[in-house]
């Protein structure tokens, strides 16, 4: 992966996102946001049917008798309620805060601090309710092997050739991925809007991509990249932003943005501290809490997507619509055909991505690259330039 990353870089493979619109980088937005949606919906059936014994609904009125069956079997069927009730709270309260920056409550200045802390407040009321009111119901916890040690080095070896070409194989497709999304993710963090002053860097971010990800290697360390919905949201944590109303309708505009390094550094280094922290006291956090934050991510990265905002047009009458601009330059129907044509595009992606097979997943990096040509060549026969401008450019 280390060579193919390098590769992009000095070969100057990035320069394929001046074709990537914001059609392609709004697709892929929303299918991070269904995918976290996607894994919490399976965490939770998946206790459900470990542990939930009613299968069906006479069985389930007979209660008194199931719970005595169930003193002498695995089933609890408290611990998936008590599941579900967590990935609800946090949800609840993540929302409530990130909200709050649209009561009339304090400062503006304030208010955004306030819902910067949603995430933080969130995963405290999960945890809260999950390890201290219902702490005799044993939940789904971290599990930690204490006999090995934290950091350890990959040992080193020959292997057969064929071994060689597989890991080429499969490093080729891992590093398309890492190519593709870290140069969507810096896309849409340099987009216009975000007036950043400095310039963007996408070769030099791919080559020290490359060079890290080859020492966590050795480390036996996750791999990391530019990632969505992380790198936008971090963006707005760092901005100032005004709101406008028109028409009944709040619009928000970012006016600056203080960009640091500092942010993420200190991030990076309390995730590195958060190892010694296991497994007491990360341990008080229940699984069901960190589902529930990425249901909390979903939905709160749903705002700035202009493809969700079109779907909810599609149910909404029209003489309801916000005042957004291609309400006013794009008729109805077209602008419902561009976002059923990007739902489609949608849906190849979670086929693909949620598919049984190992080896469908491994095109996911090529189905994404192909929304390109699709928004360059295919799109233009069924839309006019005109309106796809309007619907499709940076505003």
Not at 49 to 57: A, I, P
């Amino acid at each position: 992966m280390l060579f193919f990353l390098i590769l992009y870089a000095f070969c100057g493979a990035s320069k394929i996102m001046a074709y990537c619109s914001r059609s392609t980088e709004e697709i892929l937005e929303l299918f991070i946001s269904v995918a976290f949606i996607v894994d919490s919906v399976k965490f939770l059936k998946l206790e459900f049917s470990k542990n939930y014994c009613f299968d069906s609904l006479d069985s389930a009125l007979n209660v008194s008798k199931r719970a005595a069956e169930a003193s002498e079997s695995y089933c609890d069927p408290t611990k998936p309620i008590l599941t579900l009730l967590l990935i609800c709270v946090t949800v609840y309260v993540g929302v409530q805060i990130f909200n709050f920056k649209n009561s009339p409550y304090l400062t503006a200045g304030k208010r955004l601090l306030v819902a910067d802390y949603a995430l933080v407040v969130a995963v405290g009321a999960g945890a809260f309710v999950g390890s201290y009111c219902f702490q005799n119901i044993e939940l789904t916890k971290f599990v930690v092997n204490e006999s090995k040690p934290l950091f350890q080095i990959v040992e080193f070896r020959k292997p057969p050739v064929m071994s060689v070409f597989a890991a080429l194989g499969l490093g080729f497709v891992v590093s398309f991925l890492f190519f593709m999304e870290g140069n969507i993710s810096a896309s849409i963090v340099n987009k216009p809007s975000n007036k950043l002053k400095k310039g963007s860097s996408f070769h030099y971010d791919m080559l020290v991509t490359g060079l890290i990800n080859a020492i966590l290697s050795i480390f036996c360390l996750p791999w990391l990249h530019g990632a969505l919905p992380h790198s936008p949201l971090h963006v707005r944590a760092l901005a100032d932003i005004e709101e406008h109303i028109e028409n009944g309708h709040v619009t928000e505009t970012i006016v600056y943005v203080r960009e640091t390094r500092l942010t993420t550094l200190v991030a990076h280094i309390l995730i590195g501290v958060s190892v010694i922290m296991i497994p007491y006291p990360l341990n008080l956090i229940p699984i069901p809490v960190l589902y529930g934050l990425f249901v909390f991510l979903a939905v709160t990265s749903l705002g700035e997507l202009q493809i969700w905002e079109r779907f909810v047009l599609i149910f909404t009458e029209q003489s309801l619509y916000p005042p957004f601009h291609y309400v006013r330059k794009v008729p109805q129907k077209i602008i419902h055909c561009f976002t059923l044509l990007q739902m489609l595009q949608l849906t190849a992606l979670c086929m693909v991505s949620f598919g049984s097979s190992a080896y469908l997943k491994m095109l996911f990096p090529f189905i994404i690259v192909s929304l390109i040509p699709i928004r360059e060549w295919v799109l233009p026969k069924i839309i006019s330039k005109r309106h796809l401008v309007a619907l499709d450019g940076d505003h």
